[in-house]
């Protein structure tokens, strides 16, 4: 039989940690005080962390710390202390989501294991043969993989993959949301996340009246009705979310998958009723992982869902025991002996040579029932085994000392080696900033004359490619099913004047050398740091779009060849699931003449992108015509622009403000 996939389980308190070990994880996931996509969450620190690693690894379950936010240059020192604490506490491995952060953390801890998160974006084979050649031993697979994909991306990539299975589901493309950070100022890259696509949208521009109602609001995710599907496929971790979650959750979540897992079988009716009386969103959806993506997937949290979870039992604290084998010797002329054991790991303790007894010998009931004195730890009393001589006597006090050491022993050979730090040199990009003007336009008629004499490169999107542009935008995401697709449309741009290909994700870069293009790195990339940057570099990306969500004074700090969006609507969130269908029609998502209007009357355009991928962009554009100067001090000379909603006359509006360093009428959003 295939081997079992791991359960990895959540926990944002000390109290889900412990409920997840009640529950029969076999791994657990939690943040540190710092640098974690949960800031929200209790999470762990010093000696919390250090106490609870110790206590999993007792019971025989892995931790994973969560680094999984984008770190900014200023920051990595104190991120690279932040996984060493993690590192002398014991944890089997970091979940990481910043390139930069990866690299400078193989260089410090050459033997630390590495996942690469979610917040990567990795949906291909290709990108677990980029992340293997970073240092990454595993990965969390994107949300949206479908079962077909996720079958080839096991088969042929060669590290790990590890999924989610249950719990909440974002409805834009992990890494790829920046709604929270544009609108609100909260980065879901940051770790804090305002969760807008929980809230009603409305539709206006619609080729008939708008429907109102919550269509990015997602059911939570099950794949409870597929477990003999994922064990065959190989997946090696299967993930619950819900750091944010009450331990009962938890606890109960984790209890019914390990059933499953342990009887290799799908959930029956009754089971998907109790996971979703634990919590739901009306139900769970597993729209991406069939395939069947549509209305069918949405979902809100109504007030029957809220008291059925207030119901639950709650969590009194972990009761389940590790059984130890013990087996002591107590002889005459020779110290007494302990030995503890779990049938993996054992250890033995010497303590006093017993003395002849004057009145009171030892028992067998004396000394088993002080040995067996395991209350207030996680053991309990499997077999108990014997040897004792007649007639010897030793102080209750010595014997009890016998067994706290034997216990304390035990539990420290749970702690694993010693992790090797070494120095930490930073590595800067070796290249210089270019004085580059590029542009990305959504379709060929916004290019005018005066566009092309004003930009040195400008890109179109792969499947709207024409011989005015000399680039290609590769989609944001491309599923092993679509590689060939893509192979032939990118050779045929390259036939008809392609030189230069904007690369958003790793595992897309094979693609583009294959064609013949030459690599330049999205702004999709999340680079954020000097470090990234360097790494990029070293892939042979020769220059790069930063992070749009980076302050003037962050870029100008990060240096090598690298470039900054100086306007544009910005893009808010990259859907998987057609939005538009929600709230219009198809007529209206060809003539892309959607838009979101959420509460307050904001209005954000939604464009069709690759395949029936929906792109929802900010409401203004970012705009830094008549702010040369601040440009200047930020050392931004290679500068990116996004036209998307734009006529060609307003393409020609945008260019001429930058010439004359004027002002652009109408609201805008600055750097």
């Given at each position: 039989?295939?081997?079992?996939?791991?359960?990895?389980?959540?926990?944002?308190?000390?109290?889900a940690?412990?409920?997840?070990?009640?529950?029969?994880?076999?791994?657990?996931?939690?943040?540190?005080?710092?640098?974690?996509?949960?800031?929200?969450?209790?999470?762990?620190?010093?000696?919390?962390?250090?106490?609870a690693?110790?206590?999993?690894?007792?019971?025989?379950?892995?931790?994973?710390?969560?680094?999984?936010?984008?770190v900014?240059?200023?920051?990595?020192?104190?991120?690279?202390?932040?996984?060493?604490?993690?590192?002398?506490?014991?944890?089997?491995?970091?979940?990481?989501?910043?390139?930069?952060?990866?690299?400078?953390?193989?260089?410090?801890?050459?033997?630390?294991?590495?996942?690469?998160?979610?917040?990567?974006?990795?949906?291909?084979?290709?990108?677990?043969?980029?992340?293997?050649?970073?240092?990454?031993?595993?990965?969390?697979?994107?949300?949206?993989?479908?079962?077909?994909?996720?079958?080839?991306?096991?088969?042929?990539?060669?590290?790990?993959?590890?999924?989610?299975?249950?719990?909440?589901?974002?409805?834009?493309?992990?890494?790829?949301?920046?709604?929270?950070?544009?609108?609100?100022?909260?980065?879901?890259?940051?770790?804090?996340?305002?969760?807008?696509?929980?809230?009603?949208?409305?539709c206006?521009?619609?080729?008939k009246?708008?429907?109102?109602?919550?269509?990015?609001?997602?059911?939570?995710?099950?794949?409870?009705?597929?477990?003999?599907?994922?064990?065959?496929?190989?997946?090696?971790s299967?993930?619950?979310?819900?750091?944010?979650?009450?331990?009962?959750?938890?606890?109960?979540?984790?209890?019914?998958?390990?059933?499953?897992?342990?009887?290799?079988?799908?959930?029956?009716?009754?089971?998907?009723?109790?996971?979703?009386?634990?919590?739901?969103?009306?139900?769970?959806?597993?729209?991406?992982?069939?395939?069947?993506?549509?209305?069918?997937?949405?979902?809100?949290?109504?007030?029957?869902?809220?008291?059925?979870?207030?119901?639950?039992?709650?969590?009194?604290?972990?009761?389940?025991?590790?059984?130890?084998?013990?087996?002591?010797?107590?002889k005459?002329?020779?110290?007494?002996?302990?030995?503890?054991?779990?049938?993996?790991?054992?250890?033995?303790?010497?303590?006093?040579?017993?003395?002849?007894?004057?009145?009171?010998?030892?028992?067998?009931?004396?000394?088993?029932?002080?040995?067996?004195?395991?209350?207030?730890?996680?053991?309990?009393?499997?077999?108990?085994?014997?040897?004792?001589?007649?007639?010897l006597?030793?102080?209750?006090?010595?014997?009890?000392?016998?067994?706290?050491?034997?216990?304390?022993?035990?539990?420290?050979q749970?702690?694993?080696?010693?992790?090797?730090?070494?120095?930490?040199?930073?590595?800067?990009?070796?290249?210089?900033?270019?004085?580059?003007?590029?542009?990305r336009?959504?379709?060929?008629?916004?290019?005018?004359p005066?566009?092309?004499?004003?930009?040195?490169r400008?890109?179109?999107?792969?499947?709207?490619?024409?011989?005015?542009?000399?680039?290609?935008?590769?989609?944001?995401?491309?599923?092993?099913?679509?590689?060939?697709?893509?192979?032939?449309?990118?050779?045929?741009?390259?036939?008809?004047g392609?030189?230069?290909?904007?690369?958003?994700?790793?595992?897309?870069l094979s693609?583009?050398?294959?064609?013949?293009?030459?690599?330049?790195?999205?702004?999709?990339?999340n680079?954020?740091?000097?470090?990234?940057?360097?790494?990029?570099?070293?892939?042979?990306?020769?220059?790069?779009?930063?992070?749009?969500?980076?302050?003037?004074?962050?870029?100008?700090?990060?240096?090598?060849?690298?470039?900054?969006?100086?306007?544009?609507?910005?893009?808010?969130?990259?859907?998987?699931?057609?939005?538009?269908?929600?709230?219009?029609?198809?007529?209206?998502?060809?003539?892309?003449?959607?838009?979101?209007?959420?509460?307050?009357?904001?209005?954000?355009?939604?464009?069709?992108?690759?395949?029936?991928?929906n792109?929802?962009?900010?409401?203004?554009?970012?705009?830094?015509?008549?702010?040369?100067?601040?440009?200047?001090?930020?050392?931004?000379?290679?500068?990116?622009?996004?036209?998307?909603?734009?006529?060609?006359?307003?393409?020609?509006?945008?260019?001429?403000?930058?010439?004359?360093?004027?002002?652009?009428?109408?609201n805008?959003?600055?750097?």
């Amino acid at each position: 039989m295939k081997r079992l996939p791991e359960l990895l389980c959540p926990a944002g308190s000390p109290e889900a940690f412990d409920a997840a070990i009640e529950g029969g994880a076999d791994a657990i996931y939690l943040g540190g005080a710092s640098f974690n996509a949960r800031m929200h969450a209790k999470n762990f620190g010093g000696d919390d962390l250090r106490s609870a690693v110790l206590r999993a690894h007792a019971y025989g379950v892995k931790v994973y710390l969560t680094l999984n936010t984008l770190v900014t240059d200023r920051e990595l020192s104190a991120y690279l202390d932040a996984a060493g604490e993690a590192a002398c506490a014991g944890v089997d491995a970091l979940i990481v989501a910043d390139l930069g952060g990866a690299a400078a953390i193989k260089r410090v801890y050459p033997d630390l294991e590495l996942h690469a998160s979610t917040q990567m974006s990795g949906h291909s084979a290709a990108m677990g043969e980029k992340l293997q050649a970073l240092g990454f031993s595993r990965m969390v697979v994107a949300r949206e993989t479908p079962a077909v994909d996720l079958r080839t991306v096991v088969k042929n990539s060669p590290i790990e993959v590890e999924m989610f299975i249950h719990g909440a589901l974002c409805v834009s493309h992990s890494g790829q949301c920046l709604f929270s950070s544009v609108v609100g100022g909260r980065s879901g890259n940051r770790g804090e996340c305002a969760q807008p696509c929980r809230l009603p949208f409305s539709c206006v521009g619609c080729g008939k009246k708008g429907r109102e109602g919550y269509p990015l609001s997602l059911k939570d995710l099950s794949l409870a009705a597929h477990v003999p599907e994922l064990i065959d496929m190989g997946v090696a971790s299967l993930k619950i979310e819900g750091r944010m979650k009450a331990p009962e959750y938890v606890r109960d979540t984790a209890r019914i998958w390990r059933r499953l897992l342990d009887e290799r079988r799908a959930a029956t009716a009754e089971e998907m009723r109790e996971l979703s009386e634990v919590f739901s969103r009306g139900g769970f959806t597993d729209g991406y992982y069939t395939q069947k993506i549509g209305h069918g997937m949405l979902g809100v949290r109504s007030d029957a869902d809220k008291t059925n979870s207030r119901a639950l039992e709650p969590f009194a604290g972990l009761t389940r025991r590790i059984p130890l084998h013990v087996f002591a010797s107590i002889k005459a002329d020779a110290p007494a002996k302990l030995t503890l054991s779990d049938g993996a790991r054992s250890v033995t303790v010497l303590g006093d040579v017993p003395m002849p007894a004057q009145n009171a010998p030892l028992t067998h009931e004396t000394v088993e029932r002080n040995l067996s004195k395991f209350g207030g730890t996680c053991y309990a009393v499997g077999e108990f085994l014997l040897e004792l001589d007649g007639g010897l006597m030793m102080p209750i006090s010595r014997l009890n000392d016998l067994r706290r050491r034997a216990l304390a022993a035990f539990g420290a050979q749970t702690n694993g080696d010693e992790i090797v730090r070494k120095a930490y040199t930073p590595k800067p990009p070796e290249a210089d900033r270019s004085s580059v003007k590029s542009a990305r336009f959504y379709e060929p008629a916004q290019i005018t004359p005066r566009a092309r004499a004003y930009f040195d490169r400008i890109f179109l999107p792969l499947q709207r490619f024409e011989a005015v542009a000399d680039g290609v935008v590769m989609p944001p995401v491309i599923f092993d099913r679509e590689t060939e697709t893509i192979k032939r449309m990118l050779c045929d741009a390259k036939s008809r004047g392609a030189k230069y290909a904007l690369v958003g994700n790793l595992g897309h870069l094979s693609l583009v050398r294959d064609a013949g293009l030459v690599p330049m790195g999205d702004y999709r990339l999340n680079l954020t740091n000097p470090e990234s940057v360097a790494q990029i570099e070293a892939l042979g990306i020769g220059s790069s779009i930063l992070s749009p969500e980076l302050t003037l004074p962050q870029i100008r700090d990060i240096g090598g060849d690298t470039a900054a969006i100086v306007y544009g609507r910005l893009p808010l969130m990259t859907l998987e699931k057609c939005v538009i269908r929600e709230v219009a029609d198809c007529r209206s998502c060809e003539a892309n003449s959607v838009k979101l209007r959420d509460r307050r009357g904001v209005e954000f355009p939604v464009l069709r992108e690759w395949e029936h991928l929906n792109v929802i962009y900010n409401i203004i554009p970012t705009c830094m015509s008549d702010r040369e100067d601040a440009l200047a001090r930020a050392k931004v000379t290679a500068r990116h622009f996004l036209f998307t909603t734009e006529t060609a006359r307003e393409v020609d509006a945008v260019i001429e403000a930058y010439e004359k360093h004027l002002p652009l009428r109408g609201n805008v959003r600055r750097i």
